[in-house]
């Protein structure tokens, strides 16, 4: 026990997530893109968490349902919903060029709801 408390840090790591190219998560990351409606910057987690193992398969391809076009995305945001799947509410259609729900896209790999 420590008299002075509130030093243990254990969730309150601040490192668990940084944007896609592993630097620091900016307080403007979210701000869209005009010419591809995609945002600045996105989260993920960290490297070292990601590491910790995947209790999903690394799957990097997914169809929005309500245009049936795939997107792609990059590694870090693929092991990212392979760690944790239900980290992200919402994600990028590159057709629609815009964010939607999860729950609005398939892997392509495996017809499973992206983020369950
Ligand atoms: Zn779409």
């Avoid at 254990?10 to 490192?15: A, F, L």
């Avoid at 939607?100 to 709801?113: H, K, L, R, T, Y």
Wanted: glycine share 12%; hydrophobic share 30%.
């Amino acid at each position: 026990m420590s008299p002075l408390g509130g030093a243990e840090g254990g969730e309150m790591s601040d490192e668990k997530t940084t944007l896609t190219d592993g630097s620091p998560v900016t307080p403007d990351h979210r701000e869209i893109e005009p010419n591809t409606g995609m945002q600045k910057g996105y989260v993920v987690l960290s490297e070292a968490e990601r590491a910790k193992g995947f209790v999903r398969p690394v799957r990097n391809k997914y169809i929005h349902g309500t245009c049936g076009v795939e997107t792609r995305m990059g590694a870090a945001l693929a092991e990212t919903y392979a760690r944790e799947p239900k980290f992200y509410s919402g994600t990028y259609c590159v057709a629609c060029r815009a964010h939607f729900p999860v729950a609005e896209f398939i892997w392509s790999d495996s017809n499973e709801e992206v983020g369950s």
